[in-house]
């Protein structure tokens, strides 16, 4: 029987959580045993060239490419995670919802303490995405099946979770690993 | 102006005898004089009944008619009902805002005039209607709210707002109010023959376990909406242990369940039927003081029930050895609210009694335990008291032949919205539905909301039905919609209604109550697909049975009924889009700054 398909993918995130996939060290030796790596940042695969058992998904939707590669990923992915705070919450980026976005691009590209632009033009060539209005998490985009928490989760939190997934064994996480005080 | 905040303030306290218990009183007072209860103020009554200014605080922001920050000498409270607003509320409130020029919310520059919103005040037979004050306007019409308007610049007395008064008491000289009682349908109990005094004096002659005896045979079930029976409340509240305590009888007319007006009825009409059956309740659980838990709304009706109470004290219907009872000391004061839904609920009524929010108490213990003051106390709703006086008068054998098997004796309704005839109807328990829309005017209703918003709402194939607690059970509150109503536009608004008077203490009701309407909300604006009403109806039963009061256990009621009852309303709504995809989302509404920033739409898909 062929491996099981794993993506992943880094929305408006700081990596972070992929590091944490990575902290997992020896034991991604056994994870290349149990499944596959398909579209993701790990194997630098673009695009989807399978189905995929499980997609990660780290962080929220700051624009509109995070949205279709977030739809993507819906597509192609029998199960989809939300792993991190950015993922479930928005996170950091999600500080701005705050902030009306005109007064954010203003703070960044026009009137910011250290900003040079002698054009005074905030950036608007059609290949740069455009922003959202807001910072969404995952699961107000797509329909999101689990969520894995902390920032970033611990490289046993995914382990264990992933494992239970793959094995088709309930997800038992202890106490320490979900506990963040 | 200090100066004169601190000894008047004082002077209330010491009024109310410094007692942090009576909190209430003492706020509404500091209120009525200045307009508000500021800062000051605060600080000034918690070292005077020496508690903290928190617990001032938390009772002054609690309540809708109380507020830190002043209002206008004058404060227009314009009812927000479904009914008012089907029955033309919003060119008044237009009308309001223009004369005044102001918005609902705001005070005049002069500080004369604050203008507001207020739920159900209990006035839906003659609506849209508003409070000016304490002062009652009915009927409003654009004229009418331009005349006010015009009226209270040339003169703030809102007595003079009043030109001609209504039937019945509400043309009494303490009362003086142009409210009409609509009384359409007269039945055997409420307003059948009736001796005063004699139900009191039949129990007096009798010992307290023969009376409650009487009330089980009679099977008398609470009126107010639960349906607890009465004869089983005394005598627990008569068997609790009191040691070192008092026992209390507690009248609930804090009749906010929008729809309902048939206690205030009572309160102008049967008073001394309703102060009988609380002094009868008394004697039966052994009890020395009455409470009357009045609604602010109806705080037009205060003097003239003090009046009776007055008079039943002079004939020796109230104090000491009543009608010469030796021993039997029973007097009945009255506690006024302050403009909170959730006070209906019992426990949240004796928390507000008490001086405190208007948060419910965990039960067990039962207030028939535990309730005002920790001490054993009986609630029962105004019907409740007025049927139990004549029961003590007729008999319970003449009750229970009343009405049907499992609910003896006659029910008042309350009949609004689309039908010929709003007002009071009593009616034998085991009507029917249809029956009772003939009777009403209402041929041809969509849909009768029964029992107010946290009853349930039913639809013609339901018409069969019958009123009683067996079947569609209801404190009183019929509302009737017709063809032309919106039932969603219903639901949604009293989804509103709950979110708005929950008391925040528990996370089901308070967070559950907005999930509910949010989805509702995308279900009407066609962004719901078909998997949302399983997750309407699977919230709907978390919140109901993990909310701590009756509030959160029945707000999700007109959207559980509707869903049963009017499925098809929602199903045509929602639609079956991409798997996996949030309807609830959509990328070109969500990038409209960036794209007006930019000055270009978001990218073409490749």
Redesign the interface.
């Known amino acids: 029987m062929a491996k099981p398909k794993v993506a992943t993918t880094s929305l408006a995130g700081c990596f972070g959580c992929h590091m944490s996939i990575l902290d997992i060290d020896e034991r991604i030796l056994k994870l290349v045993e149990l499944i596959e790596f398909n579209k993701s940042p790990i194997d630098d695969i673009k695009v989807f060239t399978e189905r995929c058992a499980i997609g990660l998904i780290e962080g929220g939707c700051a624009?509109?490419?995070n949205?279709?590669v977030l739809?993507d990923f819906?597509?192609n992915c029998d199960i989809l995670i939300s792993v991190g705070e950015c993922a479930i919450c928005g996170g950091i980026p999600a500080m701005r919802n705050m902030i009306?976005?005109?007064e954010c691009?203003d703070e960044a590209y026009l009137n910011g303490p250290t900003v040079y632009n002698p054009s005074g033009k905030?950036p608007?060539d059609?290949?740069?995405?455009?922003?959202?209005?807001?910072v969404?998490p995952a699961?107000?985009?797509?329909?999101i099946d689990y969520h894995l928490q902390g920032c970033p989760p611990p490289a046993d939190t995914i382990w264990e979770a992933l494992v239970a997934l793959l094995t088709d064994k309930p997800v038992a996480l202890p106490y320490e690993l979900i506990k963040y005080d | 102006m200090s100066k004169n905040l601190q000894t008047t303030v004082k002077g209330i306290c010491q009024s109310c005898g410094n007692d942090r218990g009576r909190m209430m009183d003492i706020v509404r007072a500091v209120q009525e004089q200045f307009g508000c209860v500021s800062n000051e103020a605060l600080d000034l009554i918690a070292s005077q009944v020496n508690c903290h200014r928190v617990e001032v605080e938390s009772v002054v922001s609690f309540y809708a008619f109380l507020s830190t920050r002043p209002k206008g000498q004058v404060v227009i409270r314009l009812c927000d009902d479904i009914i008012d607003r089907f029955n033309g509320l919003e060119p008044v409130a237009e009308t309001f805002q223009k004369e005044l020029g102001i918005n609902f919310g705001q005070t005049t520059s002069d500080g004369k005039i604050t203008l507001e919103k207020t739920p159900c005040i209990g006035m839906c037979d003659q609506a849209p209607a508003c409070m000016v004050n304490d002062e009652i306007v009915t009927y409003l019409s654009t004229d009418k709210a331009k005349e006010i308007v015009t009226g209270l610049k040339k003169d703030l007395n809102v007595k003079k707002l009043v030109h001609k008064y209504g039937d019945g008491n509400n043309a009494n000289d303490l009362v003086k109010s142009m409210v009409h009682n609509n009384v359409r349908q007269k039945g055997e109990v409420i307003f059948g023959d009736h001796i005063a005094e004699e139900g009191l004096k039949k129990a007096l002659a009798m010992t307290p376990q023969e009376v409650i005896r009487d009330m089980k045979t009679a099977r008398l079930r609470g009126r107010g909406g639960a349906g607890f029976p009465t004869g089983m409340k005394w005598e627990f509240t008569r068997a609790a242990d009191a040691t070192g305590k008092k026992r209390y009888v507690v009248c609930n007319a804090d009749e906010g369940e929008p729809g309902t007006f048939k206690d205030r009825v009572l309160l102008t009409e049967k008073a001394d039927m309703l102060f009988e059956g609380m002094t009868i309740g008394g004697y039966a659980i052994g009890a020395e003081a009455g409470i009357l838990y009045l609604r602010a709304e109806y705080a037009y009706l205060r003097a003239f029930l003090e009046d009776a109470l007055n008079k039943r004290r002079k004939n020796n219907l109230l104090g000491n050895n009543i009608l010469g009872k030796a021993g039997f000391n029973f007097d009945i004061r009255i506690q006024m609210g302050a403009g909170a839904y959730i006070c209906g609920e019992e426990t949240s009524l004796l928390s507000s009694c008490e001086g405190l929010r208007g948060d419910p108490k965990n039960r067990p213990p039962f207030p028939a335990q535990q309730g005002y003051l920790a001490a054993p106390t009986t609630v029962n709703n105004v019907e409740t008291f007025c049927c139990a006086s004549r029961i003590m008068e007729k008999g319970a054998g003449w009750f229970a032949s009343l009405g049907s098997k499992g609910s003896p004796g006659t029910k008042l309704l309350s009949v609004s919205g689309d039908c010929h005839n709003p007002g009071v109807y009593e009616v034998p328990f085991g009507i029917k539905l249809s029956d009772l829309l003939n009777m009403v005017g209402a041929n041809g209703a969509q849909a009768v909301q029964v029992g107010g918003p946290s009853g349930s709402m039913v639809g013609p194939s339901d018409y069969g039905r019958t009123i009683c607690y067996d079947d569609l059970a209801t404190g009183g509150s019929i509302m009737v919609f017709g063809p032309e109503r919106n039932i969603l536009e219903i639901v949604d608004y009293f989804m509103d209604f709950f979110i708005e008077e929950s008391c925040g203490y528990c996370t089901p009701c308070r967070v559950g109550n907005v999930l509910l309407k949010q989805k509702l909300e995308d279900i009407m604006h066609g962004r719901g697909e078909p998997s949302d009403l399983t997750y309407l109806e699977n919230l709907g039963q978390t919140v109901k049975i993990a909310s701590r009061c009756g509030l959160g256990q029945t707000s999700p009621n007109p959207i559980l009924t509707t869903l049963k009852n009017f499925r098809g309303l929602y199903e045509a709504l929602v639609k079956q889009g991409e798997p996996g995809m949030l309807p609830t989302f959509n990328l070109e509404e969500a990038v409209t700054q960036a794209a007006h920033i930019a000055g270009h739409g978001p990218m073409k898909h490749h």
């Open positions: 624009n509109e490419e949205v279709r739809q819906r597509r009306p976005l005109k691009l905030i608007d059609k290949e740069i995405p455009l922003l959202l209005n807001k969404y699961h107000e985009v797509v329909k």
